[in-house]
Each structure stands twice: as structure tokens, then as C-alpha cells.
């Protein structure tokens, strides 16, 4: 990692590993993203249920 990315905010960090290993296994740009909208539902749903349990 360089310099530049280790003082990167940690969801920085955390894009750059997702996209570097999203690289590796070669998967076409749609499959990516149709999965990466699913991830993203479900942390939506996550992140809504953590908020709805501290209220």
C-alpha cells in the first residue's frame, strides 16, 4: 500500500481491496455491479435495522 493510501479514511481502504479483488477474478462489469447492488441493498437493510433497534 502506499503512503497515500494508508492515511486514506478505512472506507477508502476498503473500496480499493473490493475493487482489487473484484479485478482478480476477471468478472464482467455487469455481473459486478448487479452484485454490488445486492451488497448494497443488504447493508441498507442492515444499517436501517441497526438504526430502528437504537430507537
Known amino acids: 500500500m502506499s503512503n ?3 492515511a486514506a ?3 477508502i481502504k476498503l473500496a ?3 475493487i482489487m ?3 482478480q477474478h476477471e468478472l ?3 455481473q459486478v455491479l448487479a452484485a454490488l ?3 448494497k441493498s443488504d447493508y441498507q437493510q ?3 435495522n441497526c438504526d ?3 430507537k
Do not use: F
Open 4 to 6: 497515500t493510501l494508508e
Open 9 to 11: 479514511p478505512s472506507h
Open 16 to 18: 480499493v481491496d473490493l
Open 21 to 23: 479483488l473484484l479485478e
Open 28 to 30: 464482467p462489469p455487469e
Open 37 to 39: 447492488d445486492i451488497v
Open 46 to 48: 442492515k444499517l436501517e
Open 52 to 54: 430502528t433497534a437504537k
